[in-house]
C-alpha cells in the first residue's frame, strides 16, 4: 500500500515519520526500515537519536537507494559486475566513436578530444535515468527536423557504448536497474530477501525520482506491505500547465499514484499537515510563514522581532537595510553580529553594494564559488596540457600567471611581453632567453652596427611613406608593419 504524507516545510513530516517507525515497533514488534536521501541527514545514527536517544535499532535499517540496491544485489545476485567511474565512462564513448568510424560525421572531428567524450558519457548518463535507451533514441531522432542528423549519430554513440558496457560491466544507474529486475525476480518466486521481509519502508528528503529509482521503487510497491513517502507539498490540486512552487511535488505524487495502481498497490488517501511545528517558538516567523503562503496573517500578537517593509524596487530593498543596519550600528551593535541574505545574489549585489558604500557600512559577500577556475585547478590544466604537448606558450604564461609559480610580478609581465614580442617556438622554450622583451622594429642593414641613439626609434618601412615606425606604438602596432627581412632587436644592443 502506498501512503503519501503531505506538508510544507516545517509541518513535521520527518517527526511524524519517526513516530509511526516507533509505534510499530512497539505495538506489533514488527520490522521497519526507512530510505533517506542522500545528505538528508547527517548519519543513520543522528537520525536514530532523534527519535529514540539512543544507537539504532537492529530493527530499523537506514538506507540511500544506491546502498539498498546494493545490498539487494549481495543477496540476490549481481554485486560482483564492475561499476565503471566517469572517467571510464568517458573512455568507453571514445572507443565507441573509434568502431563507428565513419558511420559518425557531424562528431567525427571529435572523437579524440577528452572534453567530447565526458560530455557525451554525460548526455548518455542523463538519458539513462530518463528511462531511454539507444534504440529508443533512434527512433525519436528520426522526428526531429533539422536535428535528426545529429541526434541520430549520437543514438549510434549511445548503442555503441551501450553494446561495449555489457562487455565490461555496468553504470551506476544500471545496478538500480538491476536491483529492481533482482527484486521483480524473487517476487515471481515469492522468496524476497531476508532483510526485506515484512518490512515497512518510509521514504523521507525526496523531490523527484528517476526511471531506475522509479523501478526499485515499483518492486517494492509490489512486495512490501507498506511504502510511505513524505513529499513537500501543499495538497492543492494538480492543474494542467501548473507551474507553481510545489508543481514539482505534485507531478512526483501523481506518478507515484500511476506507479502504486500498475504494480497491484493500494493507495491510501493522502495525510495533509497544515501545521508549521518548526516555528511554534517563534511567533513572528511562524506570522511570516503564513503571510508568504497564504497572503494574510492571523497572528495573535503583534511580533516587534520581525518588520516587514514592501519595497517599490531592489534599490529602495538596500536602502532600507542600510538604514536599519546604521541604527543598529549606533546602539552598539558590532557588524559581525549583522547578516543580509537575499534570495538571489546576482541580482541584488549592485544595490547593496552601493547603498551600504553610501552609508559606509563595511560589507563582507560570501558567494559560492567553484574549485574549477581557482589558481590550483588552473595550474593543474596547464601542466596536463603542456604534458599533452599542447601550445607551450599559452600555457606557459597561463601556469605564471596563477601566482604559483617562484615569479614576481615584474617577472611574470616581462616573460608575457618576451612570448608576445618574440613568439618562441617550442624549442625556442628550451633555450636561453637572450633576446629581451622590448624588440625593436629594425632593417636586415641596421645589422652590421649598433644602432645610433635615436636611430631604434625609426626605420625605412615602405608602408609608412620611409617615415619609420610610429613612436611609443608599441610591439602589436611594430608588428603589424613586418616586411620581409626585417628582425625585432633588443634595445640598446648591438648587431
Known sequence: ?????????????????????????????????????NNSLPAPRAASTVSWGMRCPAWW?????????????????????????DAGRAVLVRRALEEL????????????????????????DELKSAGLSGQQLAQLAGACGAESGKLSELALIFQGYETLLARSGMDPSDRLELAGARLEEALARHSLPEFLR??????????????????????????????????CDDGAPLLPGDLSLFSGAKQVAAQLRQLARKNGAEVAVPQLLRK?????????????????????????????????????????????????????????????????VCRDIAKYRAAVRYEFRMAEIPLYCDEPTTPEFSAPATAVRALLEI????????????LAKTGLCALSEEQVCALENYAYTWAPTAAAWREKFERSPKGLWRTGADRRGPPQP???????????GGGGCIPGQGARGQRRGHQPGGVFLPENAGG
Open 101 to 124: 568510424q565513419d558511420n559518425v560525421h557531424y562528431y567525427h572531428r571529435h572523437r579524440r578530444s577528452a572534453a567530447f567524450c565526458q560530455m557525451a558519457a554525460q548526455t548518455i
Open 1 to 37: 500500500m502506498l501512503q503519501l504524507l503531505l506538508g510544507g516545510s516545517g509541518s513535521g513530516k520527518t517527526t511524524l515519520l519517526y513516530q509511526r517507525i516507533r509505534a510499530r515497533a512497539e505495538k506489533k514488534g514488527k520490522k521497519a526500515s526507512c530510505w533517506c536521501r
Open 198 to 231: 515484512d518490512r515497512a519502508v518510509f521514504i523521507d528528503e525526496f523531490d523527484t525520482f528517476n526511471a531506475p529509482k522509479k523501478r526499485l521503487l515499483g518492486a517494492m510497491l509490489a512486495a512490501l506491505p507498506s511504502v510511505t513517502v513524505a513529499l
Open 387 to 398: 604534458a599533452r604537448g599542447a601550445d607551450l606558450t599559452e600555457n606557459l604564461t597561463t
Open 454 to 464: 635615436g636611430a631604434g626609434r625609426t626605420c625605412p618601412c615602405p608602408a609608412r
Open 276 to 340: 508549521d511545528l518548526r516555528h511554534r517558538n517563534a511567533p513572528g516567523l511562524a506570522a511570516v510563514a503564513e503571510l508568504l503562503e497564504t497572503g494574510s496573517c492571523t497572528a495573535d500578537a503583534p511580533a516587534g522581532e520581525v518588520r516587514l517593509f514592501a519595497a517599490p524596487s531592489r534599490e529602495e530593498e538596500a536602502r532600507a537595510a542600510a538604514g536599519a543596519i546604521r541604527r543598529l550600528m549606533r546602539q552598539g551593535v558590532r557588524c559581525g553580529k549583522i547578516a543580509v
Open 61 to 85: 535499517r537506514v538506507f540511500l537507494f544506491t546502498s539498498l540496491a546494493e545490498k539487494i544485489l549481495s543477496t540476490e545476485g549481481g554485486a560482483a559486475v564492475q561499476t565503471l567511474s
